[in-house]
């Protein structure tokens, strides 16, 4: 969902495993639907981690514990590895979570979140490891995330860091644009560009 993106403060959910790939994010089979709806996807976000073959939920997975919830995924090392399919960014932005925290993000993944409205923020492994701390002593902690300021702070600890984001992307997300609505918003420009030439 196109929102803008100013200052995010939220709780947080917890997944301190590495290398998540787009499979477990959303499995395969999710691929094969001819729906773009974010619920669907939402709904089906870490499907077989959530569920059982019988479609009920896993009580010891973190999405099923009401103890922890909020619009930022803190993710281990290494998110978003495996196929390149944008249904996992979908997937994530369709259960809610606006921002995922990780060490390390696989590319494609992370250009797939930017370009579905989620923004993916890389940290060092020792703010992560304090992050996942901080929530386990404390789920109702929350982060702040500054992305005109590119900062991300843990209010338990008031510890922050700086995050790389590419301008044009920054651009986009602070103002809800997609390439699509970027490229219209500059119209003028380059009829006028086309007019000179």
């Not at 974010?38 to 009580?59: A, M, T, V």
């Not at 619009?71 to 944008?86: M, T, W, Y």
């Not at 970027?182 to 086309?194: H, P, R, S, T, V």
Request: include cysteine; glycine fraction near 6%.
């Amino acid at each position: 969902m196109k929102q803008k993106f100013d200052i995010i403060q939220s709780t947080c959910v917890p997944l301190p495993l590495e290398n998540v790939d787009t499979d477990q994010i959303i499995p395969a089979r999710f691929l094969k639907a001819t729906t773009r709806d974010e619920k669907f996807f939402g709904d089906n976000l870490f499907r077989d981690w959530r569920f059982d073959k019988e479609g009920n939920p896993k009580p010891d997975f973190v999405l099923n514990d009401p103890t922890y919830g909020g619009e930022i995924l803190v993710a281990g090392k290494n998110f978003g590895s495996g196929s390149s399919r944008e249904h996992a960014a979908w997937a994530i932005a369709g259960y809610g979570f606006r921002v995922v925290i990780s060490s390390f993000f696989a590319d494609i993944h992370k250009n797939n979140e930017l370009n579905n409205f989620v923004l993916p923020v890389v940290v060092s492994e020792e703010f992560l490891a304090e992050l996942f701390a901080s929530i386990k002593a404390d789920p109702k902690m929350e982060v702040k995330v500054d992305v005109p300021n590119q900062t991300v702070t843990n209010l338990a600890t008031g510890r922050s860091e700086h995050f790389d984001i590419n301008g044009y992307k920054k651009y986009c997300l602070m103002n809800a644009l997609d390439d699509i609505d970027f490229l219209l918003e500059n119209k003028d420009k380059i009829e006028a560009y086309e007019q000179s030439r």
